[in-house]
């Protein structure tokens, strides 16, 4: 309102005439204490410097894109369109994979103390697909235990499975913090579904192999 004026401690440099900033270009507005906020930018050279890198990066996108600067926002809406497109078509791929070996993994079935239980060492697979398999093992065999394996960027990543009938005398979560125990790591979780990981790959086909007289030991 007239008459109310906004006092504060200038701690800029002063000029003549505004003429001589020169361009100004803001470059962040932040809170740095309760009802201040900080205004910084740049200006003179120093902006047209900025501008010139901004515009070089541009042109580089655009030409990575094979487009032009006036039509890169377009061309990026495409190609994350097409990316998102790409991601749909490979996770459906991942589902149908996934079912595919659930067929093949139904064949391994081992009984222990009349408890069906498959475990199995699996390639090039990630944690979504070994939780997508387990699912799909515990559908397919109503009654079962369920240890898969993998590894994942050096490390060993684990899932264990129980279906409901048989949770009250064994535990995914102990299940998992058994075999994850002889793969360098740990883990655990729910009765019915657990994860695990481990820092030893080496040894991870012997801890599948052991998955047996560890559920035995439990019964």
């Keep these: 309102t007239v008459g109310e004026f906004s006092k504060e401690l ?35 050279a120093g902006a047209l ?4 890198q901004t515009l070089a990066r ?8 094979k487009s032009t600067p006036d039509e890169v926002l377009e061309s990026v809406e495409r190609a994350v369109n097409q990316a998102r497109a790409a991601e749909k078509q490979l996770e459906a791929l991942r589902r149908r ?10 064949q391994r079935v081992r009984r222990v103390k009349d408890v069906p239980v498959v475990a199995a060492q699996l390639d090039e697979v990630d944690r979504a697909t070994l939780r997508a398999l387990a699912d799909g093992l515990r559908q397919k065999l109503g009654s079962a235990v369920i240890v898969l394996g993998t590894t994942t960027n050096g490390k060993v990543a684990l899932i264990a499975a129980v279906t409901k009938d048989l949770t ?7 299940i998992a913090q058994a075999v994850a ?3 360098g790591g740990t883990g655990g979780g729910r009765a019915d579904l657990a994860e695990a ?5 080496e040894h991870l086909g012997q801890a599948i192999a052991d998955v ?5 030991k439990m019964l």
């Excluded at 410097?49 to 010139?52: P, S």
């Excluded at 541009?58 to 894109?65: C, E, G, K, T």
């Design 49 to 52: 410097a900025q501008y010139q």
């Design 197 to 201: 990981g481990g820092k030893d790959p």
């Design 97 to 106: 994979l996934a079912q595919a070996q659930v067929e093949e993994l139904v």
């Design 58 to 65: 541009l042109q580089q996108v655009a030409a990575l894109l």
């Design 212 to 216: 047996y007289a560890i559920v035995e």
């Design 168 to 174: 009250k005398k064994l535990h995914a979560g102990k």
């Design 181 to 183: 125990g002889r793969v």
């Design 10 to 44: 200038c701690g800029g440099t002063h000029v003549r005439q505004t003429g001589q900033i020169g361009l100004l270009k803001l470059t962040s507005e932040s809170s740095i204490a309760a009802g201040i906020r900080r205004v910084e930018a740049i200006t003179g």
